[in-house]
Nanobody
């Protein structure tokens, strides 16, 4: 069973940047499309960004031009570089497979954008 461990969240001012990391156990990582999701209080979990095994990417409209997803298959890690952060980006961020069936969800990492 693959385990996913997210890190890199924190408190940042509007306009600031953060880089999230997601380390995956197991060799299956390199053959899976991966994605970052987020869940804000009182809202459903939503897809933020995804990357295929070939490196193609897609983004939610709300983060296009500000967030970048990339992966390092040698390290079984997927990253999310977040720039120009806004208060509405505040959420718990999770990584997982892009498509079902999902791996077990990790604890996520809290991102809070506030002045």
């Amino acid at each position: 069973q693959v385990q996913l461990v997210e890190s890199g969240g924190g408190l940042v001012q509007p306009g600031g940047s953060l880089r999230l990391s997601c380390a995956a156990s197991g060799s299956i990582f390199s053959i899976k499309a991966m994605a970052w999701y987020r869940q804000a209080p009182g809202k459903q979990r939503e897809l933020v960004a995804a990357t295929s095994t070939g490196g193609s990417t897609n983004y939610a409209d709300s983060v296009k031009g500000r967030f970048t997803i990339f992966r390092d298959d040698a390290k079984n890690t997927v990253y999310l570089q977040m720039n120009s952060l806004k208060p509405e980006d505040t959420a718990v961020y999770y990584c997982n497979y892009r498509f079902r069936p999902f791996a077990s969800w990790g604890q996520g990492t809290q991102v809070t954008v506030s002045s």
